[in-house]
Each structure stands twice: as C-alpha cells, then as structure tokens.
C-alpha cells in the first residue's frame, strides 16, 4: 500500500516535470481520502492494541513498541502527503502560469486576480476545516485514551484494596489466634495452681479402727 503511494506521487512529479500540468485534481483528491482512510484505520488498530497493552504485565513496554509502530506509520503517510502536496504544488504553478500567459489583457488580469483571491480563501477555508477535522479527531482518541488508562487504574486499585483487605483479615485471624491460645493457656494454669492449692489442704486420711 505503501509503495504504490509513493509510485503514484512520483508519477505526478514526473507529470508536471514533462509539461503535462493538466492532470486532474481528482486523483490527488482520492489520493489524500486514501490516506486518510489509511491514517483512521491505522490509529483504530493501534487504539486496540493500546486497550490490549493494559491488559499485560508489561504495559510501558508494550505501550511504547506500539507507539514506535505507531509513529513509523504516521512519518510514512506525511511523507506521502508531502510528496503529494509538491506536486499538486507544481501543478497549480504551471497552470497558473500558463492561464496567466493566455490571459494578459488588463480585464483578464482583475479576473485572475478576482479568482486567485477566491481560491486562496477556498484554499485557506479547506484548511481549517481539515485541521478541524483532525483536533476533533485527535480530541476523541486523547479522550479514549484517557478513559483506558482510569479504567486501568480502578482496575489496578480494586486489586491493591482486595489484597490489602486480605492481608488484614488474614493479621486479624492470627491476632485472634494467638489470643485464644493465650486465654487457653492462662486458663491452663489457674486450673493447675487450683489443683495444687487443693492437694495441699486436703486433710490427711485417717486410719480406720482395729477389729476387737
């Protein structure tokens, strides 16, 4: 996919460069809609292997090799724009020179003028609106990247609590055992001292008579 794109840009260059400045706008205008398709549909996958990354042990290392990915794709679709921008660059200029060779008169020049003005408006309106596009694109992914993380982290503090209330059950149980066995063992002994304290009273037993 890569490479055709950037077989198709050089295509245009070497368009422009031959003198055929009369291609049409519309295959640079599927050009940038596949890229754009491209871009959505890259940073969809990416989203879900960033969802699966908290899921692992690792999850820093995870997060940046997929953000490594993440940028090389990126780098290759702007260099794709870019080279597509050049030559629609290119060939706006040569055939914005050519009409302007065609059309000299005084009259024609105000025209031009008239229509360059409104171009570069166009121009400037289809710019903000894609930056547009793309701040509330990059909103939404920050937005669902924020609330992985917090899901994330409530998981992560559900289990921080879960374990620190076993622990504490487990310490009282052992408190309470260690308790008893005191108690037991204090009862133990006040048993044996009574029993002692008994046999040393006890009145000796007395002979029984002899038979006449």
């Given at each position: 996919m890569m490479q055709r794109a950037a077989f198709l840009s050089l295509l245009m260059l070497g368009t422009v460069a031959s003198g055929q400045t009369e291609a049409p706008a519309?295959?640079?205008?599927?050009?940038r809609a596949r890229i754009g398709l491209e871009r959505s549909r890259l940073e969809a996958g990416f989203l879900?292997?960033?969802?699966?990354?908290?899921?692992?042990?690792?999850?820093n290392n995870c997060l940046d090799e997929v953000n490594e990915r993440r940028r090389a794709a990126m780098a290759d679709l702007r260099r794709q724009e870019i080279l597509l921008n050049e030559a629609e660059r290119k060939r706006k200029g040569a055939e914005q020179m050519r009409k302007t060779e065609e059309k000299?008169?005084?009259e024609n020049q105000q025209a031009d003028a008239e229509r360059r003005a409104k171009a570069a408006a166009d121009y400037q309106s289809r710019v903000e609106q894609a930056k547009e596009k793309q701040?509330?694109?990059?909103?939404a992914q920050d937005a669902e990247k924020a609330n992985i993380e917090a899901r994330a982290a409530r998981l992560q503090a559900n289990r921080q609590k879960s374990e620190a209330r076993k622990a504490r059950q487990a310490a009282e149980a052992a408190e309470t055992a260690k308790f008893n066995a005191r108690q037991k063992e204090a009862q133990d002994k006040r048993a044996q001292h009574e029993r002692e304290r008994l046999e040393r009273v006890k009145p000796p037993v007395r002979s029984l008579p002899l038979p006449q």
């Amino acid at each position: 996919m890569m490479q055709r794109a950037a077989f198709l840009s050089l295509l245009m260059l070497g368009t422009v460069a031959s003198g055929q400045t009369e291609a049409p706008a519309a295959g640079s205008d599927a050009e940038r809609a596949r890229i754009g398709l491209e871009r959505s549909r890259l940073e969809a996958g990416f989203l879900t292997e960033d969802v699966a990354c908290y899921k692992r042990f690792a999850v820093n290392n995870c997060l940046d090799e997929v953000n490594e990915r993440r940028r090389a794709a990126m780098a290759d679709l702007r260099r794709q724009e870019i080279l597509l921008n050049e030559a629609e660059r290119k060939r706006k200029g040569a055939e914005q020179m050519r009409k302007t060779e065609e059309k000299s008169s005084a009259e024609n020049q105000q025209a031009d003028a008239e229509r360059r003005a409104k171009a570069a408006a166009d121009y400037q309106s289809r710019v903000e609106q894609a930056k547009e596009k793309q701040d509330s694109r990059t909103r939404a992914q920050d937005a669902e990247k924020a609330n992985i993380e917090a899901r994330a982290a409530r998981l992560q503090a559900n289990r921080q609590k879960s374990e620190a209330r076993k622990a504490r059950q487990a310490a009282e149980a052992a408190e309470t055992a260690k308790f008893n066995a005191r108690q037991k063992e204090a009862q133990d002994k006040r048993a044996q001292h009574e029993r002692e304290r008994l046999e040393r009273v006890k009145p000796p037993v007395r002979s029984l008579p002899l038979p006449q």
